[in-house]
């Protein structure tokens, strides 16, 4: 017997257009394609009733592309429709869901910050007393050689070593952390995020100069507004404009 | 009083002067003798049309027997030559184009529904 349990849902159904319908315009597009090879063999469109001739293929293919295109947005309309249910019904669900984290969220990230803020105090007073504690060290070093002090300058050293290490920790950067209460969620702690802004144009645009998005970017614009200007004289700094005739 | 024929040159002037593309005057009315193309139907396919003058010369004097009468068909049909004047005026074109257009009706299957939309879609133009 034949194991369909990791065949996905509707794998029976067969393809989702008219087969007859996309079967007739394959015939038609094959016509059209292998007339093209016709015109491409006589090379030069020498006469008036040639070029008629050639102006009436295009016209065709141009119908036909259009009638391909409009059977296109049919056959596939039932399938769009049904795509906006689906989302319409899940996304309602994950908006739900989205609104109650969105509440909680910004609670937790407070008391985060909070505890960040506070860890971070101790920390520095950490560092504080470690450093006083390392000076302290110092001096009593200095006195126990002074007082050829042997188990003072032991004692003044295992103090300087406990100072070092005391302040080692407390340079170590953590930031504040909150686990799960049942262990089913992960531990979460806050992440820096970096976002830019505009502060002058220019220089940014300098920078960015060399970017192939940047050259696109202005290319689009300059392509609109020549568009836009519906065949005035256009000028624009730096943009070259080029006029060919075509069919 | 017999009349002499009208020239041919005469005839076929205004013809002439169009297809040179001098936009000699149309009026309603006074038809024109020439080879033209026209549609029965909108978007329909071209279709041939003449405009010519029906007469009987006198072999021996050169003169009219009868009145000089104009004469049109479109698409092989009789018609009205002073009804029909008005839209042909819009379409003269040679005598050479006359035959290819009546060939291109035996070559492409759409243009012989001659009363339909001619839908270029369905079978693509050759060369």
């Keep these: ?247 | 009083m017999m009349r002499r024929p009208t020239p041919m040159s005469e005839l076929f002037s205004w013809h002439r002067a169009a297809i040179a593309g001098i936009n000699p005057p149309v009026h309603e009315g006074d038809p024109q003798m020439g080879w033209y193309k026209s549609r029965l139907v909108r978007g329909g396919p071209f279709v041939t049309a003449r405009i010519w003058i029906k007469r009987e010369i006198c072999m021996v004097t050169g003169k009219l027997e009868t009145p000089e009468e104009f004469t049109c068909t479109v698409n092989g049909q009789i018609r009205d030559p002073y009804r029909e004047w008005v839209w042909l005026a819009n379409n003269p074109i040679t005598k050479e184009a006359y035959t290819e257009l009546s060939m291109l009706h035996d070559q492409v299957p759409a243009m012989k529904a001659t009363r339909v939309s001619i839908n270029l879609s369905e079978k693509a133009m050759r060369p």
């Excluded at chain 1, 985060?112 to 504690?133: G, I, M, P, T, V």
Aim: aromatic fraction near 4%; charge should be negative.
């Design chain 1, 1 to 247: 017997m034949n194991d369909l349990s990791n065949t996905p849902i509707g794998h029976n159904k067969g393809p989702a257009f008219n087969e007859e319908v996309v079967n007739d315009f394959t015939t038609k597009a094959r016509d059209f394609a292998d007339a093209a090879g016709d015109w491409k063999e006589i090379g030069k469109i020498e006469t008036e009733e040639q070029a008629q001739k050639a102006n009436d293929f295009l016209a065709g293919a141009r119908k036909l592309l259009k009638e391909v295109d409009d059977r296109r947005k049919l056959e596939k309309q039932p399938y769009l429709d049904g795509g906006r249910d689906v989302d319409a019904a899940f996304n309602k669900i994950k908006d739900l869901i989205d609104r109650a984290a969105k509440m909680v969220k910004p609670l937790a990230e407070t008391f985060l910050r909070e505890k960040e803020a506070r860890e971070r105090a101790e920390r520095e007073k950490a560092e504080r007393k470690a450093r006083e504690d390392a000076e302290r060290a110092a001096e009593e070093q200095l006195a126990a050689e002074a007082r050829n002090d042997v188990a003072g300058q032991q004692d003044a050293e295992e103090k300087a070593k406990a100072a070092d290490q005391a302040a080692a920790d407390a340079a170590k950067f953590t930031s504040a952390k909150v686990s799960s209460a049942t262990g089913g969620g992960s531990t979460q702690s806050l992440r820096t995020v970096k976002t830019a802004t505009i502060k002058t144009m220019n220089s940014a645009m300098l920078h960015y100069r060399d970017a192939p998005e940047m050259s696109e970017l202005v290319l689009r614009l300059a392509n609109a507004e020549v568009r836009r200007a519906k065949g005035e004289t256009v000028t624009i700094p730096g943009i070259e404009i080029t006029e060919v005739r075509k069919l």
